[in-house]
């Protein structure tokens, strides 16, 4: 019989749990949604002190299990053993108080209060009148920050820290609650590489603690880097667990899409054509400056730097959604101003935003209303009205190319996977039939199937004579998709490299100056 | 873009094949239904009557409602984009008032403007829809230009008309209309003009450029934005639209009442909120059909007409009231989350 997570809490507390040696075990794990199967007769075993991977494409069910693991989802059938008791979860907090700690992917901080306020939420210490001690509060979590190597002021509010910075204070609130087993749900998928390293040693150490990790991930390297073992999950269904020292890259791949992918990067040579988008100059208040560059018809310039470099910024600023405080945009030779959206729209231009689910997706409309949004613009429409049955038809034929996977055009995008939902707002630029194609971190955390499938659409567009840039924290991404990458470091613009030149080391050290 | 080459032929892709669901009104047109069957049932146990085989009370509910229902479609569609407009009912009283001043008859002997009287019906209605119309662009333009809370910037609108409606005759009321203008009160003129409103905004909704972009904009401000949609502009044309029929429905009110009175349609955007909630609008924006707000109109008319049918008292009346509202808003609410759950 399950014991109940209060008694689980208080037997856990008298310390008279013997040593397991799996932390964490779930067994025959079945869990359906209205529709789906997510999870089906699956099993998972977490080492003490070991980090585990979880590998699978998205929609294969590893984030519903953690999420079953973590007191979120009851499973419909199976069972949970924390160090070899069986246990009954019936809420995050119960999950939290049996040591069991997520981090999502969305973080889930409050951004008004302070970094100190957040961690000790409901635990507060209090002081003789029983109001809260601030002080105390405070030197608690500097301790437990030096415990971890971060530094983070504790007294500032939430909302002005990076999102790195938020990681890390997820991280620290899980570590406080004297966890033994952390969940991370892709936890570098807004993270530059030295952020990502800084994590993983964080990772080690909370490993050599005797503390079990579990690591959600579709980055093939950083699997070899920081875990010990991995599992992987396809289509709801468990597939198996090795060891990471045991394997090369296409095993894993084989093992999560059960087919080869030949190649990873189908970037294909191009005959470059004329200029067609040329900028000098460009300049947002103090957010970037003096930005010049030229993309030619055909051409994919790769933008690569450090989170905050103004990356994304200078797209923002081309599309016109901050428009620049001065600098010249040219296009095919000739000098335009582009104030909003619309107006580089106009100029035939597209772009996929950096966050899918904030300026990306209407989440609660369905796929053909959130496809069509762009092209509605100047196509389709006659005297204000749709013409719905065209639309409809343009937007099936383009699910059908980019092989969305979807029941229908009336699902709502928010029922899709990540890769899904990207490839959906893809569609709604080409559509729109873009000359210059601006494209924030398209592949972020989707999963490597889908990913290839998005580069290949990318080199397809560059063949038909597209002017794309790509911007990407990925740095196998930027080195195998771009014919040229641009290099920026706070605000500026440190080089360019051509594809034969460019090396991961040469890239890094232009983005960090 | 020629992209037939992206397509390989030998993938089996499962995409779109139309699935028809049920609308989502089907579930309200039920409760509708079923509040009816209750009173019928209640009137024969209490009354000793029918409540639905009374051809007289269902003209009389239903030309009760289509002044709300008027408003509740322009409101119905400034909740989609994620907004609210708590003025309409002053604007209904304001519109009224302009437009009688305009409506007097020369027999009149107090006529407001005395060598204005006797004009042609379509200017006492012009001036009314133009004057909601102006209080719904004005609206439009602070919530757009100031980026203030539609709730801060409809709130002052609200005051604001009210004000205007006592000011401009210092309280007293406009009577002598002409017949020609107190036609469109007569009758089942009012029903048939909700109804056309409600047919019109319903097309323009579903069938639109301007509905889907209202959507849009509800559903997700950023990404509209993004997708080339101007997003300030259409709010100042939701907005406008919504003030216009509230100053139609402030046309109807007086003509109906062959009077204009400073105090006419108090509280009416309440009426009209609920009538959208009820029918299914999300007051987080993004969601709601015209025709879910004809239903959740009628809904709050049967409601009314049922209390005075059954001879219940009309204080108890607006205690159950609030409570439907709030039962609709919880109801939206618990839509939300179990879709969260997914």
């Given at each position: 019989m399950a014991v109940s997570p209060a008694t689980m809490a208080a037997i856990r507390k008298s310390g008279a749990?013997?040593?397991?040696?799996?932390l964490l075990m779930a067994e025959g794990i079945r869990k359906e949604f209205p529709g789906v199967v997510?999870?089906?007769?699956v099993s998972f075993r977490l080492k003490r002190g070991s980090v585990h991977a979880l590998m699978g494409?998205?929609?294969?069910?590893k984030s519903t299990l953690m999420k079953i693991l973590a007191g979120i989802y009851k499973p419909d059938q199976g069972r949970v053993q924390l160090k070899g008791v069986d246990i009954r979860l019936d809420s995050p907090l119960d999950a939290l108080e049996n040591g069991i700690a997520m981090i999502h992917q969305e973080l889930n901080l409050m951004?008004?209060?302070t970094v100190a306020e957040n961690i000790w939420i409901r635990r507060e210490p209090l002081n003789r009148f029983g109001l809260i001690d601030h002080g105390e509060m405070s030197r608690r979590t500097e301790e437990l920050f030096q415990r971890l190597n971060i530094a983070i002021?504790?007294?500032?509010?939430?909302?002005?820290?990076s999102v790195a910075n938020r990681q890390m204070v997820e991280i620290a609130k899980a570590v406080s609650y004297e966890s033994d087993v952390l969940i991370m749900d892709?936890?570098?998928?807004?993270?530059t590489e030295r952020e990502v390293s800084h994590l993983f040693q964080i990772i080690r150490s909370l490993r050599d603690q005797g503390i079990g990790i579990v690591y959600i991930t579709h980055k093939m390297n950083e699997l070899f880097e920081i875990a010990d073992e991995f599992s992987v999950f396809r289509d709801g269904k468990y597939i198996g667990t090795r060891?990471?020292?045991?394997?090369?890259r296409d095993d894993i791949i084989r093992m999560m899409v059960?087919?080869?992918?030949?190649?990873?990067f189908p970037k294909e040579d191009v005959p470059l054509g004329e200029i067609v988008l040329s900028v000098k100059g460009l300049t947002l208040g103090s957010i970037f400056r003096d930005v010049s560059f030229e993309v030619r018809a055909g051409e994919i310039l790769g933008v690569a730097g450090?989170?905050?470099?103004?990356r994304s910024n200078v797209a923002e600023t081309l599309f016109g959604v901050t428009p620049a405080t001065s600098g010249t945009i040219s296009i095919d030779g000739k000098e335009v101003v582009i104030d909003n959206p619309t107006t580089a729209i106009r100029h035939r231009m597209a772009f996929l935003t950096e966050d899918r689910k904030d300026t990306g997706c209407?989440?609660?409309?369905d796929v053909l209303e959130n496809m069509q949004i762009a092209v509605l613009q100047d196509k389709f429409v006659s005297n204000g009205f749709v013409h719905e049955t065209d639309v409809a038809a343009a937007c099936e034929d383009m699910c059908r190319k980019l092989r969305v996977k979807t029941p229908?055009?009336?699902?709502?995008?928010?029922?899709?996977s990540g890769g899904n939902q990207q490839k959906v707002l893809i569609g709604r630029w080409l559509l729109t039939n873009p000359r210059i194609l601006i494209l924030d971190e398209?592949?972020?955390?989707?999963?490597v199937g889908a990913k290839a499938e998005i580069h290949r659409l990318v080199t397809e567009m560059a063949k038909q004579g597209v002017a794309v840039i790509m911007i990407s924290s990925e740095m196998p991404e930027i080195l195998g998709m771009s014919d040229r990458i641009m290099v920026m470091h706070e605000g500026r613009v440190t080089g360019f490299l051509t594809r034969e030149e460019a090396t991961q080391v040469k890239v890094m050290e232009l983005a960090s100056h | 873009m020629s992209s037939e080459s992206l397509v390989k032929p030998d993938l089996k892709v499962k995409t779109a094949h139309r699935r028809r669901r049920m609308p989502p009104e089907v579930n309200i047109f039920l409760v509708l239904i079923g509040i009816a069957l209750v009173y019928e049932l209640l009137g024969w146990i209490?009354?000793?009557?029918?409540f639905l085989l009374n051809q007289q009370r269902l003209t009389i509910m239903i030309l009760q409602v289509s002044v709300i229902g008027i408003i509740a479609v322009g409101v119905t569609q400034v909740i989609i984009t994620g907004g609210i407009d708590l003025s309409s009912g002053s604007v209904v009283g304001m519109t009224a008032m302009l437009s009688a001043s305009f409506a007097q008859?020369?027999?009149?002997?107090?006529?407001?403007?005395p060598s204005l009287?006797?004009?042609?019906?379509f200017i006492p209605i012009g001036v009314g829809i133009l004057a909601g119309l102006l209080a719904g662009y004005i609206n439009g333009q602070l919530i757009a230009k100031t980026k203030i809370p539609p709730f801060i910037a409809t709130l002052g609108m609200m005051v604001t008309a009210r004000g205007i409606s006592k000011w401009y005759t210092k309280g007293q009321p406009v009577s002598g209309l002409t017949e020609q203008f107190t036609f469109v009160g007569t009758s089942i003129w009012p029903v048939v003009v909700f109804l056309l409103v409600a047919v019109i905004f319903h097309v323009a909704l579903r069938y639109t450029r301007y509905g889907k972009f209202t959507y849009a904009i509800g559903a997700n401000v950023q990404a509209a934005r993004v997708s080339g949609i101007d997003v300030e502009r259409h709010i100042v044309k939701v907005y406008a639209i919504a003030g216009m029929l509230a100053g139609l429905a402030g046309v109807v009110t007086a003509a109906r009442a062959q009077t204009a009175q400073?105090?006419?349609?108090?509280m009416y955007e309440l009426d009209a909120i609920a009538a959208a909630v009820i029918g299914g609008?999300?007051?987080?924006?993004?969601a709601g059909r015209i025709t879910g707000t004809v239903i959740g109109t009628i809904i709050l008319g049967v409601m009314t007409s049922g209390f005075t049918f059954l001879r219940v008292d009309a204080y108890y009346q607006e205690i159950v009231k609030g409570m439907i509202i709030v039962a609709a808003v919880v109801a939206d609410v618990y839509r939300q989350k179990k879709r969260a759950q997914r």
């Open positions: 749990i013997p040593n397991a040696e799996f997510a999870l089906d007769d494409e998205n929609g294969a069910g951004a008004y209060m002021d504790p007294e500032t509010p939430v909302k002005e820290l892709e936890p570098t998928s807004a993270l060891s990471s020292k045991d394997v090369t059960g087919r080869e992918i030949t190649q990873m450090l989170v905050g470099s103004g209407l989440l609660i409309l229908s055009l009336q699902e709502k995008i928010e029922n899709l398209p592949t972020r955390g989707i999963d | 209490f009354v000793g009557q029918s008859s020369s027999t009149w002997p107090r006529a407001l403007y009287t006797d004009l042609p019906f400073a105090g006419m349609g108090v609008t999300s007051l987080a924006g993004g």
